[in-house]
């Protein structure tokens, strides 16, 4: 049996971390999902960096925009709003068949408005009406100022997935700003089974940044933690997900028809070379979960993943090790936050790198013209 197969079984939804025009013209995409499963797509701005940046199969539609006089941005903007709509055609029946559950195509808001809330909101209602298809999800992330556009993008009825979460703290905002959504949504007599949203918790990323302050300690029992963090973190962000949703608040939004605000495990190909590959896939396995995961991740784990409901086993042991990071002077608080700030930074400099690269694109391919 094929490991990505069974994931679902156990409620979790495999999706593909990746997006390039080239996997949805050739099969590739539809194969994914006829053959291994797959259930959705996210992608970044420093995926389309090298999708755009590294092939020729976006040439002709560069020059046809650059020469009707459009900008950088508009040209960006027209490539990644036509691999959207494909990539959620190709996911349309897979949507329709589980009941608007999974079938979701990601696109981000620019990062340049990670800390403009009014910013973000006019451009993820702007990008959502122009893909026009009812299984795009707009990614936002969760910056302090992020929070309340989520609110209001999850009253106005807009698919969202929250992106850059690295802590308890920033999940229980985003998840209390998605329930206050719907609730809203609700009261203004939309339809909130209409309406999905993922949480994306990065998971891998505070392995490597807090291995190297274990590394770094004088004490020889810090050690022991290594490569333990990241899991721990995420397992027990799960707990606190399954309270949420299951207290009467939350219950009565579901018996009008709203959907749990789904945890999906992000950052999930291994840093580290000494740790398993699938590392942040066979230990997050759990009902009503999503794992996005990057070409290798997929290829290691459909080789030699082990499939089981591991999410849920040793709660008490995952709480155990982040309590003893503190006895090793390391604050998760301010490693997370950190993280967070340095993801913003990243995808701002992918996202002006992939324009930087698509303006010499423009230039050349309008000087053979």
Known sequence: ??????????????WYDNIRRQYLLDGSLKRLIEVDGLRGMT???TIFEQAIGGGEEYDQQIRAEALKGADIKVIYESLALSDIRLACDLFGDLYKESGRADGFVSLEVSPHLAHDQEGTIEEALRLFAQVDRPNVMIKVPATTEGIPAIRHLIGAGININVTLMFSMTHYESVAQAYIEGIQQLVESGGVPGNVSSVASFFVSRVDSAVDKQLIASDDPSAKDLLGKTAVANSKVVYQRFKRLFSEARFAELALAGARAQRLLWASTSTKNPNYPDTLYVDQL?????????PPKTIEAFRDHGRVGNTLEQDAAGAQSVLSKLAEFGIDLDQVTDKLQQDGVAA?????????????????KLTKTS
Request: net charge negative.
């Open 1 to 14: 049996m094929n490991p990505l197969v069974e994931l679902h079984a156990y409620g979790q939804s495999f």
């Open 43 to 45: 992608s970044n701005p």
């Open 285 to 293: 396995i759990g009902p009503e979960t999503v794992n996005t995961m």
């Open 347 to 363: 995808f701002s400099r992918s996202f002006d790198s992939l324009l930087s690269t698509l303006e010499q694109k423009t230039e």
